[in-house]
């Protein structure tokens, strides 16, 4: 069902978060199809078709998407969390006390070791929730070090619970602990991560950040 929408920011992330649901179930169905060649190739330039459809008017590389808030935290194709991404489980993380807890479940497009995730996948949502607890903490920082202790594997369709909080600050330097655990076992822990974050500079944040952030 096609939504109407107005062509507001609101308007453009309801459109933006729709899109990516579908990608995502795209993304999906591709990764476990088992139709015949023809009806793959036919799918193909369907997309292709679409593909075109929406590369009629792109942003560049140093120009934030209209729909973020890089201030208010809202990034909507960020790989982990965004909403419009098609490479998002998508990870809902919320922040209680200073703990950032995140939930998602992942399906068979992350799968690593059949049935199971990806150990890269396992990293890139720990990177992500250690992040998100080191913002909450008001001291952010870039990643600097993850340290990560594959304990067993992360099952895939199965809900799972991410939970990150700040262990030390040093100056510029944030130390962060978080683990993988299932919702259904959370005192078991799959996955954990110890990640060392550090404070950008001014000079540093003009550098790699002043074309898209217009510092000058």
């Excluded at 795209?26 to 292709?48: F, G, K, N, S, Y």
């Excluded at 990870?91 to 799968?111: K, Q, S, W, Y």
């Excluded at 992040?131 to 001291?139: D, I, L, P, R, T």
Aim: with cysteine; proline share 7%; net charge neutral.
């Amino acid at each position: 069902m096609l939504l109407r929408v107005e062509d507001t920011q609101a308007g453009r992330r309801a459109a933006i978060g729709e899109l990516g649901d579908t990608l995502r179930a795209l993304v999906e169905q591709a990764t476990i199809t088992e139709a015949p060649a023809c009806d793959l190739l036919r799918a193909a330039a369907e997309i292709r078709a679409v593909v075109a459809r929406l590369g009629e008017r792109v942003r560049g590389r140093s120009t934030l998407p209209s729909a973020d808030d890089l201030p208010g935290g809202v990034r909507m194709y960020n790989p982990v969390t965004g909403g419009g991404s098609a490479l998002a489980p998508p990870l809902h993380v919320e922040v209680v006390a200073g703990r950032a807890i995140g939930r998602c479940t992942l399906g068979p497009a992350f799968e690593g070791p059949p049935r199971f995730a990806h150990g890269g996948v396992s990293a890139m949502l720990l990177d992500q929730i250690l992040g998100q607890a080191v913002v909450a903490s008001g001291n952010p920082g870039m990643t600097v070090r993850l340290d990560t202790v594959y304990r067993a594997p992360v099952p895939l369709l199965t809900p799972l619970r991410l939970t990150a909080e700040v262990r030390d600050v040093d100056g510029r330097r944030v130390t962060a602990a978080g683990a993988i655990t299932t919702e259904a076992e959370p005192g078991v822990v799959l996955v954990s991560a110890t990640g060392t974050f550090v404070g950008l500079r001014a000079e540093q944040a003009r550098e790699l950040f002043g074309p898209v952030l217009g510092i000058p």
